[in-house]
């Protein structure tokens, strides 16, 4: 382990952070749906927003764990403060010598994977960090990195609100200027999460809708149904592991973009694909017959088969009509039960649920 060195600007930084008054102050709401949104773009199980203090790290916002603040030795953030401007990614805590012999690191909560975004002051000192991180080690996919320093910027223009709020409160006398200010800022931070919250919604290495936002289209379809139900197959690539194993992860990751882009292409305009869960797809199909979702299955298998990919690729496809009164969940086991089937059979097939 190597205890961070402090910035060559400690003083000055320190001064700026004192100016924001936010130290031990309770948790406030905003601060959490900024961390909220951080972990569910960066795929994390704990998230903070961090302030680096003279001799510790202390936390305004702490998910996934418990916690006021840890000594500022020990504190990752206390090195990613040391880049400004940059994004600090620690994909394996343990193969780091700055981090290996850390305590959070080998004792509970047993920190492998760390991202953090520096918190910039207006005159451009860094306070702390927007940071995730997870007992497993990890990555992050451009989309992942650019949204966290996105929503560091945001945590940051919270900052500002605050000092705001102090100034209104003040300056009495000049409150409708400072006021039109704070409403400004508010709108731009309303727009700027929203677009941010869209994200949450979307697979970053595929660019198609992800579970969460397949699970809302398919309580919606199912709503809508109402003469003609929706239908649902999951599409699994054949031995996928056998293209990471021996061509690459890299390799593996072109393929499910290759994939993405043939179920963009075919039900675009007549239904959604959306990524499942690693070389796993599901496609909604509203208020479509079976066997006319049998015949776009078909086509999808067949385009996937003579892709241009240098390398052979096929895909084993489930298929299900909802039944009457069945659940999203209920319907899903069964195409899930119909792939299983038609690996057993061979792979490179449809198989529809009974």
Not at 109 to 116: D, K, N, T, V
Not at 215 to 226: D, H, K, S
Request: net charge negative; with cysteine.
């Amino acid at each position: 382990m190597i205890k961070p060195p402090l910035p060559a600007n400690e003083a000055e930084r320190l001064a700026a952070l004192q100016r924001y008054r936010i130290l031990d102050t309770p948790r406030e709401q905003e601060f959490e749906d900024l961390v909220t949104i951080a972990r569910a773009i960066c795929g994390t199980s704990m998230g903070a927003v961090t302030l680096v203090d003279g001799q510790r790290q202390w936390f305004k916002s702490l998910q996934g764990l418990e916690g006021e603040q840890t000594p500022r030795d020990e504190a990752f953030c206390a090195h990613a403060i040391l880049q400004p401007t940059r994004l600090t990614v620690v994909e394996d805590a343990l193969l780091d010598e700055r981090f290996r012999g850390n305590p959070s690191v080998t004792a509970d909560p047993f920190i492998r994977f760390y991202a953090g975004a520096p918190l910039l002051s207006s005159d451009g000192y860094a306070l702390g960090t927007l940071c995730v991180f997870d007992s497993r080690p990890g990555q992050l996919a451009g989309p992942q990195a650019e949204a966290l320093q996105a929503l560091s910027r945001q945590v940051a223009r919270l900052l500002e609100m605050r000092g705001l709020r102090r100034r209104i409160d003040h300056h009495q006398s000049e409150h409708e200027w400072y006021e039109a200010r704070l409403a400004e800022y508010y709108v731009q931070l309303e727009q700027q999460n929203l677009e941010l919250s869209e994200q949450t919604r979307t697979d970053p290495l595929t660019g198609l809708p992800n579970r969460r936002a397949l699970a809302l289209a398919l309580a919606e379809a199912i709503e809508r149904g109402t003469g003609m139900p929706p239908a649902v197959a999951i599409v699994d690539i054949d031995h996928f592991k056998q293209v990471n194993d021996i061509h690459g992860h890299n390799e593996g990751d072109r393929v499910l973009v290759e994939l993405a882009g043939v179920l963009r292409a075919q039900f675009a305009g007549c239904g959604m694909a959306a990524r499942y869960g690693g070389e796993e797809f599901v496609i909604l199909m509203p208020r479509t017959p079976l066997a006319q979702a049998e015949l776009q299955c078909q086509y999808l298998r067949q385009a996937v088969a003579h892709l241009p990919l240098g390398l052979p690729l096929t895909v084993s496809i489930g298929l299900a009509s909802q039944q009457p009164g069945e659940s999203a969940q209920d319907m899903l086991r069964r195409a899930d039960a119909a792939l299983y089937q038609a690996k057993a059979q061979g792979r490179d097939r449809v198989v529809v649920a009974g």
